[in-house]
């Protein structure tokens, strides 16, 4: 509950960062010479892939990864919010906050892209890879392009950080909180600093050795491609069958439970 309630605490001051440093590298980057073939190419469907699986099963795990669906994340912290709190409301609030923040987040990085593949002469798709080298590879470019870009890279890596810390904290708050309440429900802190230290060996030895860019694109890859769906979908599963969906609608606030049929 502590590490919820720091979270909460720390967003207030830090959250709007990141909508500030993407509203700026997007207002820059449309103004750059290629930055709209960039932005065709996002928004531009290639027919052909649509009759893919792999770019359904790809799209559904990024968005329930993006959105902690399906992780007991958002459970997690639900279950500290009041007894008559809008559930329905703020889960929309989520979800469409998430995915515009996502669209402005790509428009972006594919104007830099674009300007960068105008700038070199090579094929769009080829200025740049997927996955964090977007990071150290088409960032520095919009932020060596900004007035200050000191400053600007500073804040930029700062708004990683600010991400990153509350994405770790998020992902493990579930684990302690279970662990917490079957194993020492008296003593929360010295389990959850026993499931850190954990986690920080593991990830030392993992991702420090040779094989540490490997892992790195196992659990990039794998792990919200495969794990976040079928999580997801047994939790329907379970939910709608066993528990019972009515049933679990017949839990929400009274203001929630028009939306029963």
Known sequence: RKGASSIG???????????????????????LSGAGDGVAALFTPQMALLAQPTTWTTAVSQILFSASAGLATLTTYASYSPTDAPIVRNAAIVCVTNSLFSLAAGTAVFS?????????????????????ALAFEVFPVAISMLPLPQLWSVLFFAMLLNLGLPSAVSMTSPLCLAATEAIAPNRPTAVSAAIHLVGCLTGLIMYTSRAGPYWIHVNDHFVPLFLTIAVALSECVV????????????????RDQRFES
């Open 9 to 31: 605490k720390m967003s207030k001051f830090l959250m709007p960062l990141p909508f500030v440093i993407i509203l700026v590298f997007l207002i820059r980057g449309l103004t």
């Open 239 to 254: 939910v709608s069958f066993a528990y019972g969906a009515r049933r679990l609608v017949h839990q929400l606030p009274r």
């Open 112 to 132: 830099f892209v674009g300007h960068l593949a105008h700038e070199t002469g090579e094929p769009l798709m080829k200025v740049v890879t997927a996955g964090p």
